[in-house]
């Protein structure tokens, strides 16, 4: 039996269970943007007016991952699907999902859609693709928003995150992708989980559900993300650990001259510990660290907390103010 899917209906209950009013549908629309001949990005555009903010998701999730955040922000803004996530196409034939192929995919849709942005976020790997956005495209990163991430992820700090999505390729039905991903996330509603399996997987013609994302494309560097309504890959483990070790970054890191705020979740499941704060603080002497009560996947477990900061930030004076 089929399970019904709005993708545009679900904004009510995201703003019934964090509180949020709702005088009904938000100005949501999904705009197409061709970054190279036959291979295109989706993006969903919130609101009529030129974006201000800009978002990139995790590994394995999707546009969506930001619905709560972004009616709590109720600023115009954009969030793209991740080439080979989504409504997205694959990457690029060369390095198309590492931060590096990625940023140059973004860049295009961020130049067309939003290129006024006041500020970038990225989380997990739209985290670390934003770094590489910065510095392929600085024009486009006025101010630069990273969601539990830093270069010094690796293999073994997302191991937890990797021993979840190691699970199945396929579900025989909805209930049962449902049950396992409330087993792995019991601190999440059941309501919010559910959400985040519709907008993030599909149902075959013969009833049975797959991630939206295309798993043949997902390395172990995209599987970072702790939401897991949102994950699952078949990468092996000593794939994962190669493809999570993004050390090289730490120059990027070194060279950002924009504000950067970095927002690290204090749950177990976070990536970032105290040696990546410290060694960020070293490289980016102006970066701003907030710490939440969230895991890694900060705008699931807080998303009134993260759309607070990311306005906050938006209006905090610089050096040259």
Request: aromatic fraction near 6%; proline fraction near 6%.
């Amino acid at each position: 039996m089929g399970v019904p899917y709005d993708e545009f209906g679900l904004f009510h209950e995201n703003a019934a269970e964090f509180g949020l009013p709702f005088d009904g549908p938000p100005v949501v629309r999904r705009e197409t943007v061709e970054v190279e001949p036959s291979r295109s990005l989706s993006a969903l555009v919130w609101g009529d007016a030129e974006p201000q903010l800009f978002f990139l998701h995790g590994g394995a999730q999707n546009a969506h991952t930001y619905d709560t955040v972004a009616l709590a922000l109720q600023r115009p803004l954009v969030c793209v699907d991740l080439p080979a996530h989504g409504h997205s196409d694959g990457g690029a034939a060369v390095d198309g999902l590492t931060p590096q192929g990625i940023a140059r995919d973004v860049a295009v849709v961020c130049e067309a859609l939003a290129p006024q942005a006041a500020v970038v976020v990225g989380m997990s790997l739209g985290g670390l693709s934003a770094i590489m956005l910065a510095e392929q495209s600085p024009h486009l990163v006025r101010r630069l928003v990273l969601v539990d991430v830093t270069p010094g992820v690796n293999g073994d700090k997302a191991k937890a995150i990797h021993d979840f999505v190691r699970g199945p390729a396929t579900f025989p039905d909805f209930e049962a992708l449902l049950a396992r991903t409330v087993e792995f996330n019991p601190t999440r509603s059941e309501s919010s989980l559910r959400r985040g399996i519709l907008h993030n997987a599909l149902q075959l013609a013969d009833g049975s559900w797959v991630w939206r994302h295309q798993r043949n494309q997902l390395r172990g560097d995209d599987l970072l993300s702790a939401d897991p309504a949102d994950t699952t890959s078949t990468a092996d483990e000593d794939e994962f650990r190669r493809a999570s070790d993004h050390a090289e970054l730490w120059e990027v890191v070194g060279r950002l001259a924009m504000p950067v705020l970095l927002v690290r979740g204090m749950r177990t499941g976070s990536v970032v510990d105290d040696d990546d704060v410290a060694e960020f603080r070293k490289r980016c002497p102006h970066v701003e660290v907030l710490e939440v009560d969230a895991g890694h996947s900060v705008q699931g477990d807080q998303p009134l907390q993260l759309a607070a900061a990311i306005e906050t930030f938006m209006h905090t004076p610089t050096a040259t103010s």
